[in-house]
């Protein structure tokens, strides 16, 4: 059940992160050992969060140039269904594909039917969006990016 929640989690963080991002910022470790274990592993966690959240930006980023029109539009419906900005952050198209991809991971990963309905409320939970604006939302990302999934 917790890897359920966690998962389900992970795009609200992923989108907030990858906002949040200053690619000029040197995550170059440091040489001084951490003073306890606790300290290790969140120092470890936030390295692997960096990675992950670099990764998830140049793969939209190759998407969106794979598809620049249809991105374009997509980030386009996506703000218009917030009313501008989400969490903060305006809708670019790498940040309308990283949603979709993120979004689509989660409702494949979500076990049995229902599986698009839990992401769509777990999205409104995560945005502080009210259900239809999260339901509009989740339905543009998988029809965009994973229609195979939309029945799911």
């Known amino acids: ?15 907030l ?9 040197d995550t170059t470790p440091t040489t001084a050992a951490p003073a306890d274990s606790a300290a290790t592993t969140e120092a470890d966690t936030g390295e692997a969060q960096d990675d992950f959240g670099e990764m998830m930006e140049e793969g939209a980023r190759s998407q969106v140039q794979q598809r620049p029109d249809d991105a374009a539009q997509l980030a386009s419906n996506m ?27 989660s409702i494949d990963v979500e076990p049995g039917p229902g599986a698009v309905d839990s992401v769509k409320s777990t999205t409104a939970s ?3 969006l009210d259900e239809d604006q999260a339901s509009e939302l989740v ?10 999934l939309a029945s799911k």
């Open 17 to 25: 992160a990858a906002c949040g991002t200053d690619s000029s910022e």
């Open 79 to 105: 703000e218009d269904v917030v009313g501008g900005s989400l969490a903060g952050s305006e809708f670019t198209p790498e940040l309308a594909q990283q949603f979709a991809n993120v979004t689509c991971l």
């Open 1 to 15: 059940m917790r890897m359920r929640s966690t998962l389900l989690v992970v795009p609200a963080l992923l989108v």
């Open 139 to 148: 339905d543009l990302a998988v029809e965009y990016r994973c229609p195979e």
């Open 126 to 128: 995560d945005f502080a």
